[in-house]
């Protein structure tokens, strides 16, 4: 599991990124010498940036801090409103 922002992107004047939690899980059949995977992505929360400054929401909507945000990956609020580029925390470690 690795917990990473997702591209920036920048719309009207917000920019705008989802923190997730992402996971790809592997299959090896030895008898049946076969192999599946599959992957999930779960948001976390989405982070926004604009007028009123840098602010979180979880998928619901419901606000989150600032605290709450760095809980879940350090380094992810300021990383965001610093506007470093997609990719960014991209090998955190899960909690």
């Known amino acids: 599991m ?9 719309i009207r004047g917000f920019r705008i990124a989802a923190l997730v939690e992402r ?5 090896v059949s030895g ?3 076969s192999l ?10 989405i982070l ?16 989150l801090s ?5 809980g879940l990956a350090p380094g992810a ?5 610093q506007g ?3 990719g960014l925390l991209d090998t955190l470690p899960g909690p």
């Open 84 to 86: 470093d580029p997609g």
């Open 36 to 45: 599946a995977a599959q992957g999930r992505l779960v948001p976390l929360a």
């Open 48 to 63: 926004l940036d604009g007028p009123g400054g840098v602010r979180a929401v979880a998928p619901d909507g419901t606000a």
């Open 2 to 10: 690795t917990i990473c922002v997702q591209e920036i992107a920048e």
């Open 23 to 27: 996971s790809v899980d592997v299959y």
């Open 66 to 70: 600032r605290a709450r945000v760095e």
């Open 31 to 33: 008898q049946a010498r």
């Open 77 to 81: 609020w300021e990383g965001f409103a």
